[in-house]
């Protein structure tokens, strides 16, 4: 392997036609092509792959280009602000600025829809190929995540609805009473340690301090521009090392998804 990560996984024959497939223990399939692959880790620690399970279509450039981007750098979150067309025929204005009190308090429409960022865990391992020149370059992906809508804006309503109303200002100062009288100085067993323990570890302890984590804002390039394009280009491998395989095809795919042979009862 070069300094820069990258190896060939291949041979250098360009193309061959007329080989069979059971040449290499796969089902009859005439092989028409045969390109070689390298292996680059340039971006292999910062290639994330981000879905948005909710576009059933294509993205285009620009479709989702976000009016502020930020991230949190410790847990990764990240959540962009997508600018909505207030002026289409098909928006609301009167509930967009019921809505829009999740996000100001001067009346503003609601204007925006944030997506945030759900890591997703693998369960398997992800690549990024890039096709250049009849070479196939590929790059490991470090995290997958999916960009869903955000609804935090309703919570903010409910709680200014509930603030206007005043239900909850004499349960709440009972609540601080309470827990005035009860506050004391103890020294925890190590029972009591092991449960602290068990409960900084849950969901709600991490939900916690990722709330408590500060934004940093991000800086979003979109697709064909020029810090877009010197970052893909840095998808393609410099350095043409050949990595030399000691596994036969077949001993490679059985390693994978298992034996191909029939169970034999």
């Known amino acids: 392997m070069s300094d820069s990560g990258d190896v060939k996984m291949g041979s250098e024959t360009d193309m061959t036609t007329g080989e069979s497939a059971a040449d290499y223990g ?14 680059t880790h340039k971006l292999a620690k910062n290639l994330h792959l981000m879905q948005y399970p909710q576009n059933t279509n294509s993205i285009k450039p620009g479709e989702l280009l976000p009016s502020v981007a930020r991230i949190k750098p ?19 204005k009167e509930r967009g600025r019921e809505l829009g009190m999740g996000i100001s308090d001067t009346g503003r429409l609601l204007d925006i829809r944030t997506l945030v960022s759900v890591d997703i ?19 490991p992906i470090e995290k997958l995540t999916q960009l869903r809508p955000s609804l935090k804006y309703l919570d903010r309503v409910a709680e200014k ?15 601080k009473e309470v827990k005035a009288q009860t506050i004391q100085v103890t020294v925890r067993s190590a029972e009591a ?28 390039y979109d697709v064909g521009s020029e810090e877009s394009s010197s970052v893909s280009s840095k998808l393609i491998a410099s350095n043409r090392e050949e990595l030399t395989c000691k596994t036969s095809p077949s001993d ?9 042979e029939p169970d034999v009862l």
């Open 252 to 260: 490679y795919l059985t390693s994978i998804i298992g034996s191909m």
């Open 121 to 139: 865990p693998k369960s398997c391992s992800y690549l990024a190929g890039v096709v250049q020149d009849g070479e196939l370059h590929l790059t």
């Open 26 to 39: 796969l089902p009859e399939d005439e092989i028409v092509a045969k390109i070689p692959v390298y292996l």
């Open 161 to 175: 609805q509930r603030a206007a109303s005043k239900i909850d200002d004499d349960e709440e100062e009972e609540e």
């Open 193 to 220: 340690e092991e449960a602290l323990r068990q409960q900084q570890n849950s969901i709600a302890y991490i939900q916690k301090r990722l709330e408590e984590e500060p934004w940093s804002k991000l800086q979003y």
């Open 74 to 92: 410790i847990h990764g979150q990240i959540e962009l602000d997508i600018p909505l067309d207030v002026q289409s025929a098909m928006y609301n």
